[in-house]
């Protein structure tokens, strides 16, 4: 496995990276459980003030951040610029509250008995993260667990090494102890060594179904805990009554942004009848809007996808849709030719449940249309996956809409707004989108051990 950046937009390969030895694995585990056993003894104010450091450090230089992620994986600039203010967000969010969403809590109901649950940390955590949020995806797993105790060995994609070696070099710069976190350019076979190892207890996961059920079946066979969070099929509902131009402006935003290389991306559109000619009209005339070119340039609106492969992936998927039924609305479906990785967006219907493609995530710029005649018809078709994810309602009746997106079978649901993770919020999802919830009270407690004491 070569760890090695290349620019999606142009093609040139910017930098290759020595893979780690298993002597280096080796270290890196004696390391972390020096300081699995340091923490225990260290306030957690010590810890919060180094995090603060870590997201200073990202602040103070956010612009090279941001430009490493463009070059990597071709997400517009300005979205890169987002990409490190939320990086910053997720780790200010632990650096301030950690301590008192680890706070005792008190279980008093058993009669003549006093008790409490003391919450610690249980040892090193395996990260295996995607490519399509390079700094945030590490930060909403470390900064949880690094406030807890435990301590995060990294295995990153092969394609954006950069990325990953700078957030390794912006918590050296804050002067972490060693162990606490480290960056592996490792194998799959190192990574079940790692998994395997009683240094570690537990795997967190976000990448595709595929590789969640090959890493999950790791973790069970060697009884340690894990969380998985998996592709999507996203639906946006639109009902007869929703805001129309709103619903338009932030469907086309929700299919588009990073190119659509989202897991929560709007990826199944389900209109109401009486008003699907006009979203589609909508949905097309800002889609045509979408200006194609250098991720850098500010002038681009649609950047490339992440890699040469990626976009041979997506295009075979498109290829296979069409073939199975699905018709092409609108966009030109001609493949882009030349060692960069750009993708034309595509507006599809059609897809029936005999489509090869019909419960598959297609990671890109690609939106399938769909036409309901009731709420209940909406909520049938909106649950006809086995993907559980994340999901939008725009209605007017906000009575109605939260009935919506009470029915609608995913871990989260946004009403007449773009869906969006927030530190403060639990992220995860249900059936093939995986298991255990990410940022919030929650995902601190994923990877923790409840400890019941009881007083008398």
């Not at 950046?5 to 298993?22: C, E, F």
């Not at 987002?82 to 632990?94: L, S």
């Not at 949020?133 to 690094?146: D, E, G, K, L, W």
């Not at 290389?261 to 199944?268: F, G, I």
């Amino acid at each position: 496995m070569a760890y090695q950046s290349v620019n999606p937009y142009t093609g040139k390969l910017i930098q290759t990276y020595p893979s780690t030895t298993d002597q280096e694995v080796e270290v890196a585990l004696k390391n972390a459980d020096e300081f699995y056993q340091l923490a225990k003894t260290q306030p957690i104010e010590k810890r919060a003030e180094k995090l603060q450091l870590i997201a200073d450090t990202f602040r103070e230089n956010l612009d090279d951040y941001a430009r490493l992620i463009t070059t990597n994986m071709g997400m517009l600039f300005t979205e890169a610029q987002a990409e490190v203010k939320k990086t910053i967000e997720f780790a200010e969010y632990y650096a301030q509250n950690a301590a008192k969403l680890l706070e005792d809590i008190p279980y008093n109901d058993v009669p003549g008995v006093r008790a409490h649950v003391k919450y610690q940390s249980i040892g090193a955590i395996l990260l295996v993260e995607p490519w399509n949020f390079p700094y945030t995806q590490i930060m909403r797993v470390f900064a949880p667990n690094f406030m807890v105790g435990n301590p995060v060995l990294l295995k990153d994609p092969s394609i954006i090494p950069d990325c990953s070696d700078a957030f390794a070099t912006v918590t050296q710069k804050a002067g972490i102890p060693t162990g606490a976190f480290k960056n592996l350019l490792i194998n799959y076979d190192q990574v079940n060594t790692i998994i395997a190892d009683p240094r570690v207890q537990g795997v967190a996961l976000t990448g595709s179904e595929g590789a969640g059920k090959k890493i999950a079946a790791e973790a069970g066979a060697n009884l340690k805990k894990s969380t998985m969070e998996l592709g999507g099929t996203d639906v946006f509902i639109v009902t007869e009554d929703a805001d129309l131009d709103q619903a338009i402006k932030v469907g086309a935003k929700a299919r588009l942004t990073n190119a659509g290389q989202v897991c929560t991306s709007a990826k199944r559109f389900i209109i109401n009848s009486k008003v699907y000619d006009q979203f589609l009209d909508g949905l097309i005339a800002e889609f045509a809007k979408r200006k194609i070119g250098d991720p850098q340039d500010p002038k681009t609106t649609l950047a490339p996808l992440s890699s040469k492969s990626a976009q041979e992936k997506l295009q075979k998927q498109v290829d296979m849709a069409i073939a199975g039924g699905a018709e092409l609305l609108w966009g030109d479906n001609t493949p882009f030719e030349g060692p960069g990785a750009s993708f034309h967006p595509l507006i599809l219907s059609g897809m029936q449940p005999d489509n090869p493609m019909y419960d598959q995530e297609l990671f890109g710029p690609v939106a399938q249309v769909y036409k309901v005649d009731s709420d209940e018809e909406a909520i049938e078709l909106a649950n006809a996956s086995q993907h559980g994810l994340g999901g939008t309602v725009f209605a007017g009746d906000l009575d109605r809409a939260e009935k919506l997106a009470s029915q609608i079978e995913t871990g989260q649901v946004a009403i007449n707004q773009m869906l969006t993770s927030h530190a403060s919020l639990p992220f995860g999802g249900v059936k093939l989108s995986g298991y255990g919830r990410e940022l919030s009270d929650l995902g601190i407690r994923e990877f923790v051990n409840a400890k019941t004491i009881i007083d008398g």
